[in-house]
């Protein structure tokens, strides 16, 4: 039956080689009906107003939060689902040691099981989207597929979708299909029914990879991350695959531009594993005067060598998918006005006035609340009120930073890209790289503690290459190959690539440095440096500042401190090194000879220190 229904109702000019996918998708998960997503706000108020009936959204109090909703999922619901996540290359040597392989046969047998019937007694909606500016050089297309309004509405924030994305795809646009369920049909194979729950969902979950026929199968989850096929599957996963094949890079990394006192402009892509206040620092408010910093993308930038052969950046989504706590006045000012209206929360609390609050929103809890879970809330009743991952969905023209240039097709040509982690000691508050070679060393190297350092030692260091550990789509150690070979094409065109710790730790574990808006002072050092203005020390991380060229006018922090910021202890960098070495070799023989070469360098500039000390 589903098979009419989608040839029926797919809108005119549609290609017959989607409408057969979107056919065959129907006649294996058997929706009571198929819906082609147009975009509108009239189809999105409609799904709005179907969810708060049917107890999936609560509507906020418009007077306090207008055009808003709050979402509750099941507490099994939560997050990504790194175990459950699978890159099914032919080869298992192609997905590489730190990614989770299936066979690709084997997982579309397993797919075709768990999907068959999955969409009973529900409707399928066809999402054409669009990741980047419409018809962009950088941008590409997609065609979700889902069972789930909450999907479709949050895709609509997150992308571009509908009408002008299909009629891409309809001029003969390369896309990438992406098949997202919930698993929780209505209806069973008997034809018994059930009535639908608040947040359908299903307790096995497969969030699939196919990056030869370059294909997306999420089944089981609801939440953003797995569910939202735009965001990590396709923007990261599936895109660094294209982007390796094609000569670009896609990364987990956000976007800001910034403008220095004298007018001149600057573009900087950072990467920072999750928990690093990489949102914070996209809306970053600068507390040095004279510079100004605007967003251009707060989580993932496609790069490609443009026609002035220098790496052009853009972010390819529309929306920012954030974590609520911890945001506040303090923190993160842009981002929290930026939620004041048309927001999507996810399991976050709700006050007795059909507001949101989240832990660090306020000093002051409120007196009384309902929890993420729906359950009455007290400051002292021992629970969190907001779920830790607890999220907004926003669009990105929302916050006050946003740059005029964050849809430029071309996107922006990048002068700086950091790479960061959370590290207690070691680490120097930011240092520049020797080289291309040296900075792919860091990023292939970067690490976040999980347990503070003793003296002289590091602790448990989970290695988060690039940010991208759950991200990339093949082989890690290919990929450092792929952004070797691309700084061979940039040569002196490349970004200038620099490592930045915010985190580092004195001896009685106090934060050494401030954070937050202070962070543009050593980003101010960067830019000085490609501009020529400072000169640099030579150190065992690469060039850090020459005393007295770090703006710290202001700054409430010792000399001493600011020394302790940039220690380098030659005994622990050791110590670092061999776990590099033993790390490295995880990867058999396809680390790239660059990144031993700059091990060896390594090893030789902390011998040279200790034999100086
Ligand atoms: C992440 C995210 O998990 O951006 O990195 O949500
Ligand atoms: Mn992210």
């Known amino acids: 039956m589903c098979s009419d229904v989608t040839s029926v109702s797919a809108p005119p000019g549609v290609p017959q080689s989607v409408v057969d996918w979107v056919s065959e998708v129907a006649r294996l998960t058997q929706p009571d009906g198929v819906h082609w997503c147009d975009g509108s706000i009239e189809e999105r108020d409609r799904l709005y107003d179907q969810m708060v009936a049917g107890g999936t959204l609560i509507k906020l109090n418009p007077q306090l939060r207008p055009g808003c909703y709050l979402a509750r999922s099941l507490p099994s619901d939560v997050a990504r689902v790194e175990a459950r996540t699978f890159i099914c290359s032919e080869l298992e040597s192609e997905a590489g040691p730190t990614n989770n392989w299936a066979a690709p046969d084997q997982m579309r047998q397993t797919l075709a099981q768990v999907f068959s019937g999955s969409m009973r007694g529900r409707t399928m909606y066809v999402i054409p989207f669009s990741m980047g500016p419409l018809g962009g050089d950088i941008s590409k297309l997609g065609i979700e597929i889902t069972d789930s309004p909450y999907v479709v509405v949050s895709m609509r924030i997150m992308t571009r979708v509908?009408?002008?994305?299909?009629?891409?795809?309809?001029?003969?646009?390369?896309?990438?299909?992406?098949?997202?369920?919930?698993?929780?049909?209505?209806?069973?194979?008997?034809?018994?029914?059930?009535?639908?729950?608040?947040?359908?969902?299903?307790?096995?979950?497969?969030?699939?990879?196919?990056?030869?026929?370059?294909?997306?199968?999420?089944?089981?989850?609801?939440?953003?991350?797995?569910?939202?096929?735009?965001?990590?599957?396709?923007?990261?996963?599936?895109?660094?695959?294209?982007?390796?094949?094609?000569?670009?890079?896609a990364e987990h990394m956000l976007i800001l531009r910034i403008t220095g006192p004298n007018g001149r402009v600057f573009n900087l892509c950072?990467?920072?594993?999750?928990?690093?206040?990489?949102?914070?620092?996209?809306?970053?408010?600068?507390?040095?005067?004279?510079?100004?910093?605007?967003?251009?993308?707060?989580?993932?930038?496609?790069?490609?060598?443009?026609?002035?052969?220098?790496?052009?950046?853009?972010?390819?989504?529309?929306?920012?998918?954030?974590?609520?706590?911890?945001?506040?006045?303090?923190?993160?000012?842009?981002?929290?006005?930026?939620?004041?209206?048309?927001?999507?929360?996810?399991?976050?609390?709700?006050?007795?006035?059909?507001?949101?609050?989240?832990?660090?929103?306020?000093?002051?809890?409120?007196?009384?609340?309902?929890?993420?879970?729906?359950?009455?809330?007290?400051?002292?009743?021992?629970?969190?009120?907001?779920?830790?991952?607890?999220?907004?969905?926003?669009?990105?023209?929302?916050?006050?930073?946003?740059?005029?240039?964050?849809?430029?097709?071309?996107?922006?040509?990048?002068?700086?890209?950091?790479?960061?982690?959370?590290?207690?000691?070691?680490?120097?508050?930011?240092?520049?790289?020797?080289?291309?070679?040296?900075?792919?060393?860091?990023?292939?190297?970067?690490?976040?503690?999980?347990?503070?350092?003793?003296?002289?030692?590091?602790?448990?260091?989970?290695?988060?290459?690039?940010?991208?550990?759950?991200?990339?789509?093949?082989?890690?150690?290919?990929?450092?190959?792929?952004?070797?070979?691309?700084?061979?094409?940039?040569?002196?065109?490349?970004?200038?690539?620099?490592?930045?710790?915010?985190?580092?730790?004195?001896?009685?574990?106090?934060?050494?440095?401030?954070?937050?808006?202070?962070?543009?002072?050593?980003?101010e050092w960067a830019l000085r440096r490609i501009s020529g203005e400072v000169a640099a020390r030579d150190v065992i991380s690469g060039r850090i500042p020459v005393p007295g060229d770090l703006n710290v006018d202001g700054l409430d922090i010792t000399n001493a401190q600011l020394d302790a910021l940039f220690e380098l202890d030659p005994k622990a960098w050791a110590y670092e090194a061999d776990l590099t070495q033993t790390y490295f070799e995880r990867f058999g023989d396809k680390v790239p000879p660059a990144l031993w070469d700059q091990l060896e360098q390594l090893r030789q500039r902390i011998a040279q220190t200790e034999a100086e000390a």
């Open 162 to 249: 509908g009408l002008g994305p299909l009629a891409a795809i309809s001029a003969g646009q390369p896309w990438v299909p992406a098949v997202h369920s919930v698993g929780y049909p209505l209806v069973d194979g008997s034809g018994q029914t059930r009535p639908d729950v608040a947040w359908p969902c299903n307790e096995e979950k497969y969030i699939t990879h196919f990056p030869e026929t370059r294909e997306i199968w999420s089944y089981g989850s609801g939440y953003g991350g797995n569910a939202l096929l735009g965001k990590k599957c396709y923007a990261l996963r599936i895109a660094s695959v294209l982007a390796r094949d094609e000569g670009w890079l």
């Open 270 to 523: 950072a990467a920072f594993p999750s928990a690093c206040g990489k949102t914070n620092l996209a809306m970053l408010r600068p507390t040095i005067p004279g510079w100004k910093v605007e967003t251009v993308g707060d989580d993932i930038a496609w790069m490609r060598p443009g026609p002035d052969g220098r790496l052009h950046a853009i972010n390819p989504e529309a929306g920012f998918f954030g974590v609520a706590p911890g945001t506040s006045e303090k923190t993160n000012p842009t981002c929290l006005h930026a939620l004041s209206h048309d927001t999507i929360f996810t399991n976050v609390g709700l006050t007795d006035d059909g507001d949101v609050w989240w832990e660090g929103m306020t000093d002051q809890p409120p007196a009384h609340l309902i929890d993420w879970q729906g359950q009455d809330w007290t400051p002292d009743c021992g629970r969190v009120a907001a779920h830790p991952n607890s999220r907004f969905t926003v669009n990105a023209a929302q916050a006050e930073s946003i740059s005029p240039n964050w849809e430029d097709p071309a996107g922006v040509p990048v002068d700086v890209i950091l790479f960061g982690g959370r590290r207690s000691s070691n680490v120097p508050l930011i240092s520049e790289s020797y080289s291309w070679e040296h900075g792919v060393f860091v990023g292939a190297t970067v690490s976040s503690e999980q347990t503070a350092a003793a003296e002289g030692t590091v602790g448990d260091l989970r290695r988060d290459p690039f940010a991208m550990l759950p991200f990339c789509g093949y082989n890690m150690a290919d990929y450092w190959a792929h952004w070797l070979d691309l700084g061979r094409t940039l040569g002196d065109q490349a970004p200038r690539i620099f490592q930045v710790n915010w985190f580092r730790r004195d001896a009685e574990g106090n934060w050494l440095w401030p954070g937050f808006g202070d962070n543009s002072r050593p980003i």
